[in-house]
């Protein structure tokens, strides 16, 4: 391994643990990923271990590429076979090769989340209004086909077909939800008349095949003896059932992430995942990582304080970790500033004036140092936008316009 990188006790233990399987915990910025990273390393460079038969999952591209990348500058060979993907890809991959046993002729193509929307807006376009007498209401009102898009997507995560809705929500007890699973049942049916899939079906299918094919599953176990799962908060109750399938006889499984910063609560991601495996794991096959590289000890502090207020989050030990050459060092006083307003129009006018204090009192300063993050509402935005050319403060926008 790189002797000029310094990792922590924590970090090293969750790293040379290499059998049995382990629940990695840590806070932001306590290198959670540089362990998914330096384990690759240590299995292949101290363990000799077969770099293709390392698999390491995650679910951002940008995380892969880092991974991926870090590999490539760190490792002493280049290993172009080491698998680092996002589960979409590797989940497509296996379809690519078993899509004949889920009912495809030829490879479907992958449909994206906004495709997934246009088609479910065309089949509500195309149905007969008079079969769905309880739910036609709904059709035409704003929202609506994003919340048919939520239900098929929650569905197919937590492994619900149609009839499984059927079976286990008897009709007389919510007849629209009758109405609801049978515009489920044409939307699979048609993609798959379309040659196309989509990721919720991906995992769906290849779990099918898992179970009813068991020599492919031991063959998918028999290649990938050690696994390695970044970002596990953002798993969902269809991909947590593909890991217990796939790591059922591995030689390791090592699982990476926290309960505190889980994103993907909108596309399915069950944080219960998480907590489930820690009260399996927990004491002998959890590591937490204590230190914070990233943030100075007032704002984890003042953090720590907010997120206590969630009752059913795994309490772990968290601090700042203060060194010489970092942006570590202790931060001013008052540096975190806790603010309630009655309404928006009151916080606005606050940040503006905030924005003009700073600016004023540090000529060093510039606008561009300045960032305001913020949940994504129209209604707000419009506020904040203009409050700040209001008071001539220059301004723009990131991320389509969900961030200032």
């Not at 001013?332 to 500033?337: A, D, G, L, R």
Request: hydrophobic share 35%; aromatic share 12%; proline share 4%.
């Amino acid at each position: 391994m790189n002797s000029t990188i310094i990792l922590n006790p924590e970090q090293l233990e969750s790293i040379e643990r290499t059998k049995g399987k382990l629940l990695v915990i840590g806070g932001p910025g306590t290198g959670k990923t540089e362990v998914a990273l330096f384990k690759i390393i240590y299995l292949i460079e101290k363990k000799s271990v077969d770099p293709g038969s390392i698999l390491t999952l995650t679910f951002s591209r940008n995380s892969a590429k880092f991974l991926r990348d870090r590999v490539a500058t760190l490792i002493k060979n280049s290993y172009f076979e080491i698998p680092i993907q996002t589960f979409q890809s590797f989940c497509y991959e296996f379809i690519r090769k078993y899509y004949n046993l889920v009912g495809y002729s030829s490879l479907p193509q992958l449909m994206v989340s906004t495709e997934q929307k246009q088609f479910v807006k065309k089949i509500l376009s195309q149905q007969d209004f008079s079969k769905y007498p309880l739910t036609k209401s709904y059709f035409k009102r704003d929202g609506f086909v994003q919340e048919l898009f939520d239900f098929i997507l929650r569905c197919q995560e937590s492994l619900i077909s149609p009839s499984d809705l059927k079976r286990k929500i008897p009709h007389y007890l919510k007849p629209e939800m009758a109405e609801l699973t049978h515009l489920y049942k044409i939307y699979l049916d048609r993609i798959k008349e379309d040659n196309l899939i989509d990721f919720g079906g991906l995992l769906y299918n290849i779990i099918d095949i898992l179970k009813k094919e068991p020599l492919i599953l031991k063959e998918l176990q028999k290649k990938y003896p050690h696994i390695i799962v970044d970002e596990f908060q953002e798993s969902n109750i269809a991909l947590m059932e593909f890991l217990d399938l796939l790591s059922e006889n591995c030689e390791s499984i090592t699982l990476i992430g926290d309960d505190d910063q889980s994103i993907f609560g909108f596309r399915g991601a069950n944080i219960d995942n998480i907590r489930t495996i820690f009260k399996k794991f927990y004491p002998d096959n959890v590591v937490f990582l204590k230190e914070s590289y990233r943030c100075p000890e007032d704002i984890v502090s003042f953090s720590q304080k907010l997120i206590s207020n969630d009752i059913s989050r795994i309490d772990k030990p968290f601090k700042a970790k203060e060194t010489q050459n970092s942006n570590n060092k202790p931060s001013e006083k008052n540096s975190v500033i806790s603010l309630k307003f009655p309404n928006f129009v009151s916080e606005a006018r606050a940040i503006s004036q905030l924005i003009l204090k700073f600016i004023s009192e540090d000529s060093s300063l510039r606008f561009n140092q300045i960032a305001i993050i913020m949940r994504s509402f129209k209604g707000y935005l419009e506020i904040i936008k203009s409050t700040l050319d209001r008071e001539k403060i220059p301004y723009h926008f990131v991320d389509g316009g969900e961030t200032i």
